[in-house]
């Protein structure tokens, strides 16, 4: 099922002397085999989500809504051999270790293990994984992995009000999101195309920048969410973040052979929505993020 990355570097050069035409995947199969339906994306993206809605996590005065900072997933597309599969899962301290051991029985590979957010109680880890091959021993794999979690079936959703002036935070921001289990969701894809062993890796397959809004009352939100960025703009990026009164809560990388190189930038504030979303705007256009439509 798994193809290590000697074996993909060597499909990649093969691509370029003759193109490798992709598989035609049965997705009704492969959400029998994952246990969960799934949701198609832009790019030819298949998306199956894992969100933490059995824990209670809370940051000071904040109880984050799953869809703020504990909506793990597993994204699928397909490719020469099967399919990539990477994503997120979304753990506590007491679950990661018979995760790992299921991930990496079932040929599962973790590209990254760390935190996303800070002060948060329960302790939540954040496991990022990437496989290659067969969808559904992939699809069996991340099953027998969930398996060893609290992390409940899939329910309906229930509409939960925003309660954010989100007209103002896309003036401010100058992009619109989505309303999302009682967040307001941007996503922000990046202008360069991303690849990983000759792999067009799509916005949707996790390489867009990502910001959050949860309110808190009194046209104030919990931020929180990541900046995909190149080396050079870090630091400009932790400035401008800064000034503008956001925590940067961890600074990391998500892929391990990604072109080009890419840092993912997690932050937190919990102020004003609209103050914040200037805030992030100004930090955006340090970035080579593609422009909002005029």
């Not at 790019?43 to 869809?67: H, M, S």
């Not at 289990?181 to 062993?197: K, N």
């Not at 910001?211 to 929180?224: D, E, K, V």
Request: charged share 15%; glycine share 8%.
């Amino acid at each position: 099922m798994r193809l290590p990355w000697s074996t993909c570097a060597v499909l990649a050069g093969m691509a370029l002397m003759q193109p490798l035409q992709a598989q035609t995947i049965e997705w009704k199969a492969v959400e029998t085999a994952i246990g969960r339906t799934g949701v198609a994306q832009a790019g030819d993206v298949y998306r199956f989500n894992f969100p933490r809605t059995d824990l209670k996590v809370v940051v000071g005065t904040v109880t984050i809504r799953p869809a703020l900072a504990l909506g793990g997933w597993i994204a699928m597309k397909a490719a020469p051999s099967g399919v990539i599969a990477v994503g997120d899962l979304v753990l506590t301290e007491a679950e990661l270790p018979a995760v790992i051991g299921a991930l990496q029985k079932g040929g599962v590979e973790q590209t990254a293990i760390h935190h996303h957010i800070l002060n948060e109680s329960p302790r939540i880890i954040y496991v990022h994984i990437h496989a290659h091959g067969d969808p559904l021993a992939i699809a069996a794999a991340v099953r027998a992995a969930v398996a060893k979690t609290k992390i409940p079936a899939p329910t309906a959703a229930i509409p939960t009000p925003l309660d954010l002036d989100t007209a103002a935070i896309t003036r401010a921001l100058g992009y619109s999101g989505r309303a999302n289990g009682g967040v307001y969701q941007v996503s922000i894809p990046r202008t360069e195309t991303i690849h990983e062993a000759g792999f067009e890796f799509p916005p949707t397959m996790g390489v867009a920048t990502s910001i959050n809004f949860q309110s808190t009352g009194s046209g104030s939100a919990a931020i929180t969410g990541d900046f995909v960025l190149r080396a050079e703009e870090v630091n400009p990026v932790i400035r401008a973040l800064q000034k503008g009164g956001i925590e940067l809560t961890s600074l990391h990388s998500h892929m391990l052979a990604e072109e080009p190189r890419l840092m993912f930038m997690h932050f937190w504030a919990n102020a004003d929505a609209v103050g914040l979303a200037k805030a992030l705007r100004s930090a955006l256009d340090l970035t080579n993020s593609k422009r909002p439509s005029p």
